[in-house]
């Protein structure tokens, strides 16, 4: 890691802004001119930059139309034009705002990859020329989600990329910060289309981000708040349309130090998660290895699975059961048969008409009387619990879908209101 | 320079498709079949792509949104995601045809230029990597117009980019052909706009062809002959939508052993311009270096001189006059007082309302029974002839542009029907 801000003198900030926040030229404009302002504070600026609204959605719908299954390698090498777009249009923006830029693309910037396409995973950021043009007193912007291997072939970073780029050039660069600029203004302590007045939330740990990101909150991909928090960089979720205070992801040391006017809470959030499927194994043999020859042989079909529960059942046998994503349920279906078969099972059952509502908060376990709170304003609605699960960071329960917006609404009063 | 063919066992043919010709989806399905059957034909097969359609001009004109003047090293960044998209559609699009494909941006061909941005100069090519691909029996795509210099600067090479790009490559690998694929069909006596049934050239020379495209004829971009002469690289200029015979280009030599069913006339076409003006200076005294003088000057506004023609006029003093391009008449306009002043002439005269007409072919000079045919074709019409120039491979006169075309028809009668 390069120490920036002590080669340059100045403050080293790096800013991202997402795709609608770069979607036309006007846009482009408006986001220059903030950019330059952050630079005339005194501090040098690298800006990592999504493709132009719906541009990547475009290319893929195009390449749809040439390929069904197009290779990875070629999907990567299509897609990785849309940011160079963004970032050279970007670049004009500034210079034509009077401050000197030079935008980059992920190989010129020193993203080096590994060669797995269309989801590479970053090795490490050669930042020496970042930090050579912020020297020069240039506003560096850089192609998000894209890299390069060691072989020059050309790389995307998958899903929530442009973020994953941002935290990782950051800490390539030690960044004194990072800020994700986007269209959601911080993180707040319910999903605003849910709940009536969520407020939002000064600051929260990483640990709580991951969890509430795990548990549906869709404000950051984990990936980059477990980048940021390995680095220790601090984010900062905030709006790229208006100046409003956003919210800061950082240490938990940090946040209680920096940003101690926030009230200590323990319950941080409510987090609730649609789109999800409950899959039960019922009358599994209770000995050792089941469990995992299960779960073996669900990640072989690439299903990204949620909460798993298992409960006790009657004498030898054992009920388990977990949640996955709605989308990944196609892909394990047509293979639960022959699961339950192979390790005993009775039966398969499988619920889709189930929804997770979670709370979030540090130290939330160790405290009993939050979990009797939580059922207890569930009951209260008559909403029934199907599933529980819990860890020091999170209590989070399966109900009925139908019912899940009532129960965000009840829990967020009960903690928040 | 690699001897390709050599290497893999195969002949190796370079394909270069314009924008038109991959401007949708269903195009560059269509570019993908006709690149398909030329390998299945035993070729080793490399592709040179333009920008889908209008998509440079797209991105031209967003960038003229965002800032009037932009950096040239932004406007490269901006335009090479052009190519990208094509190219990486392309090689999909092979592989739905089943066959393997790899696209390459100008950076991965090995496409090494000077740091000239927006008019870049080849320095070399560095095809190790293409050679490489295509011993694997891989189709290769590359990325046309775009280059990298020594310090990874993406660069691109100006108008008519990818056809240079194309033969740089053909000349680079050592390809035993370069066929250009665009909208055009061939190499014509004449412009199929001006004369009715103009015919077209089995074969014509680099050096007729780099006098065609000098006197307005617009098939290729004289720097790609260029490359092409210097390489000896035989060049086919053929329809990218159909599979009719197109017009090869080559040295003297190959065509006319290899083309020897072509009859052998010197007058091989009619080029005409009408994008021209004439500059005169009047009364310019007749001592040595004012010409060097006048054309020093004006080689600093990048004014393209098309014709020059210097004329005795009485005792002691002659008229320059010359011929520039329509376009590049207001960069030099406001300069010619100041420059009739310099060299003492009397006055400037500036005439939009000329064009000019060519016969070309090799030879044309040494024989004056042509030279006398061309004149008086034109006498016949009652049109003037204003200004006159000729070298062994072209004669070209200045006419008023109201009678432009009737000249152009006059001619081609007398010559070519």
Chains 1, 2 share one sequence.
């Not at 940003?259 to 987090?271: C, I, L, N, P, W």
């Amino acid at each position: 890691m390069i120490k920036a801000a002590e080669k340059i003198g100045r403050p080293v900030v790096l800013q991202k802004y997402g795709g609608t926040s770069v979607a036309t030229a006007e846009h482009i404009r408006r986001v220059a001119q903030r950019v330059v302002a952050r630079k005339r504070e005194g501090n040098a600026v690298v800006v990592v930059v999504s493709a132009m609204g719906k541009t990547t959605d475009q290319l893929v719908s195009l390449s749809r139309e040439i390929n069904q299954r197009p290779p990875w390698r070629e999907m990567d090498m299509l897609l990785h034009a849309g940011e160079i777009i963004s970032a050279s249009l970007l670049a004009m923006a500034i210079e034509k705002e009077g401050e000197p830029a030079i935008s980059f693309t992920g190989a010129q910037a020193g993203m080096i990859t590994d060669a797995s396409h269309t989801r590479a995973r970053i090795q490490r950021v050669q930042a020496d020329r970042i930090v050579e043009d912020l020297g020069r007193g240039r506003i560096v912007v850089i192609t998000g989600f894209q890299g390069i291997t060691a072989d020059h072939e050309v790389t995307t970073l998958g899903r929530g990329g442009s973020d994953t780029s941002a935290v990782a050039f950051a800490a390539g660069i030690g960044a004194n910060e990072c800020e994700i600029l986007t269209d959601v203004d911080g993180v707040y302590t319910a999903d605003p289309r849910v709940v009536e007045n969520p407020r939002k939330l000064g600051w929260c740990s990483y640990d709580e981000m991951l969890e509430m990101a795990s548990l549906g909150a869709r404000v950051l991909h984990s990936r980059s708040v477990e980048i940021a928090r390995r680095f220790d960089v601090p984010l900062l979720v905030a709006s790229s349309f208006h100046e409003a205070a956003g919210t800061w992801i950082c240490s938990k040391e940090r946040g209680e130090k920096e940003f101690s006017d926030m009230e200590t809470v323990s319950v941080r959030g409510v987090a609730h998660n649609s789109n999800v499927a409950k899959i039960s194994l019922v009358d599994v043999p209770d000995h050792p290895g089941v469990a995992a020859g299960i779960f073996t042989t669900l990640s072989r079909y690439n299903v990204q699975i949620l909460l798993i529960v298992q409960a006790e059942h009657r004498g030898g046998a054992n009920d388990i059961s977990f949640l996955v994503s709605a989308e990944t349920l196609v892909h394990v279906e047509p293979h639960l048969h022959d699961l339950a078969k192979e390790i005993g099972a009775s039966r398969v059952v499988i619920d889709d008409q189930v929804g997770t509502v979670s709370i979030v908060g540090d130290g939330i376990q160790s405290d009993p009387s939050i979990a009797a709170r939580m059922f207890s304003s569930l009951a209260k609605e008559g909403i029934n619990i199907d599933l529980i699960s819990s860890s020091n960071l999170m209590l989070a329960c399966a109900v009925p879908k139908k019912r899940l917006e009532d129960a965000v609404r009840a829990i967020h009063r009960e903690f928040l209101e």
